[in-house]
T-cell receptor, first 114, second 114 residues
């Protein structure tokens, strides 16, 4: 079945450093790749997404890259701040009859030390 | 209004009880979802409703029974649950049930089965 692998599971950086999280997916039909941030006691919230016809997308300090051939995609956070500390999930979505499925990676717990 | 509202926030039930989780959105979204999230794990898809019809059931045990009374409401009826069903149940919605897009999550209902 569909599978999304995510690394690392835990990432600790100093404030101001960059953080990189990497994911791979198995379903060739996946065409939408969102990244969600989940803070304690809250539901996941979208921070950036990319579609399969685009190789890179940037939004201020956050960027995502996609390599469809290798089925890899990555999240880059620059100039990290303590409020970036949270769990980050990559995901891959594909259309199915009657709807679309979003499958999540295992998550990366990011700690930003002040 | 960009909120997905879930009630109750916390629920404790015995294995013989019948209870329901409720979810509401007023964004005009046409697809709604139930996800299950165990501690330190990613959300796992349970059900997808697209245009008020159940379109995806990820082989969920029949002790979980979803219902979509209208396009704004989604229920999850619980009966004869097991302790291993204790988890955070997340409801989400998306604008369309067709092309993949952003999922808007509620804060979840934390279920404990005794």
């Amino acid at each position: 079945g569909e599978n999304v692998e995510q690394h690392p599971s835990t990432l600790s950086v100093q404030e101001g450093d960059s953080a990189v999280i990497k994911c791979t997916y198995s379903d060739s039909a996946s065409n939408y790749f969102p990244w969600y941030k989940q803070e304690l006691g809250k539901g996941p919230q979208l921070i950036i997404d990319i579609r399969s016809n685009v190789g890179e997308k940037k939004d201020q300090r956050i960027a995502v890259t996609l390599n469809k051939t290798a089925k890899h995609f990555s999240l880059h956070i620059t100039e990290t701040q303590p409020e970036d500390s949270a769990v980050y999930f990559c995901a891959a979505s594909s259309s199915n009859t009657g709807g679309f499925k979003t499958i999540f990676g295992a998550g990366t717990r990011l700690f930003v030390k002040a | 209004d960009t909120e997905v509202t879930q009630t109750p926030k916390h629920l404790v039930m015995g294995m013989t009880n019948k209870k329901s989780l409720k979810c509401e959105q007023h964004m005009g979204h046409r697809a709604m979802y139930w996800y299950k999230q165990k501690a330190k794990k990613p959300p796992e898809l349970m059900f997808v409703y697209s245009y008020e019809k159940l379109s995806i059931n990820e082989s969920v045990p029949s002790r979980f029974s979803p219902e979509c009374p209208n396009s704004s409401l989604l229920n999850l009826h619980l009966h004869a649950l097991q302790p291993e069903d204790s988890a955070l149940y997340l409801c989400a919605s998306s604008q369309s049930g067709g092309a993949p897009g952003e999922l808007f999550f509620g804060e979840g209902s934390r279920l404990t089965v005794l």
